[in-house]
């Protein structure tokens, strides 16, 4: 039996939205606990970023970003990348993306209050490590309309591991929408005065970016790619069974 272009889309569709009856961020997250290194480190900032401080409901941010931090230095980046970047097309698989960094503590307030976008950046280059990671981002994730990647050093990969390299900062980001690409800050350009055209150039940073938006992209369609070719693998074997003589 060959697999014919009628069943190609049932099949295509089905790579992006569900494996095996699970969605592609839950498959990662499984495929990370399967890698000792990943699972473990994985489970200690989740710990981090939930575990409240004595007395209050309140996260230890710093730990929180410690640890986020530790996963992504020290997991290989088949498992970090593919944990962060997983393709998503429904809500179930867009939230459970969304909240893989535990934005209620990462980047969120007590009380889910939005900084001023320049103030946090403001903030983030008092820090070292901060003020490193955001320069890393703004050199690497500059984007062009010039190159076929949309970056101005025409590499998807340096953008992304720049963008990754801001989880666990004061600049944390995070995707805006379930089924999307989209990411943003967790700020605002409230109360900028005159320095609104500036906040409004750091946000579109991360909400209008073609090269970080290409990025993004190019990891998430390799992914659901690689699904795809699992799917139609699946569908080859069970035909073979299927029509193998007894």
């Not at 490193?132 to 062009?144: E, G, H, K, M, V």
Request: net charge positive; charged share 20%; proline share 4%.
């Amino acid at each position: 039996m060959t697999i014919t272009h009628q069943s190609l889309p049932t099949c295509l569709s089905s790579s992006f939205m569900q494996l095996d009856g699970e969605n592609q961020c839950l498959k990662a997250a499984q495929d990370c606990g399967l890698y000792e290194k990943c699972g473990a480190l994985r489970s200690e900032y989740v710990l981090a970023c939930t575990k409240p401080l004595p007395g209050t409901s309140r996260c230890n941010q710093y730990k929180c970003h410690r640890a986020l931090r530790r996963f992504l230095e020290r997991v290989p980046e088949e498992y970090s990348l593919g944990v962060l970047f997983c393709p998503c097309t429904n809500t179930l698989c867009g939230e459970r993306r969304r909240k893989t960094i535990v934005p209620s503590c990462s980047y969120q307030d007590a009380e889910s209050l939005q900084p001023n976008c320049l103030h946090q950046q403001s903030f983030c280059r008092r820090d070292d490590l901060c003020r490193s990671r955001l320069a890393d981002f703004l050199s690497n994730c500059q984007p062009s309309h010039v190159t076929g990647s949309g970056c101005l050093k025409d590499s998807t990969g340096l953008c992304l591991r720049a963008y990754a390299g801001l989880i666990g900062t004061i600049m944390t980001p995070n995707y805006i929408s379930n089924s999307s690409a989209d990411v943003s800050l967790w700020c605002n350009c409230e109360g900028s005065g005159n320095q609104w055209q500036e906040c409004l150039k750091l946000q579109r940073l991360f909400t209008h970016n073609s090269c970080l938006r290409e990025s993004t992209l190019s990891i998430l369609t390799a992914r659901a790619t690689l699904c795809c070719f699992t799917c139609l693998l699946h569908v080859t074997v069970l035909a073979s069974r299927r029509f193998s003589p007894p």
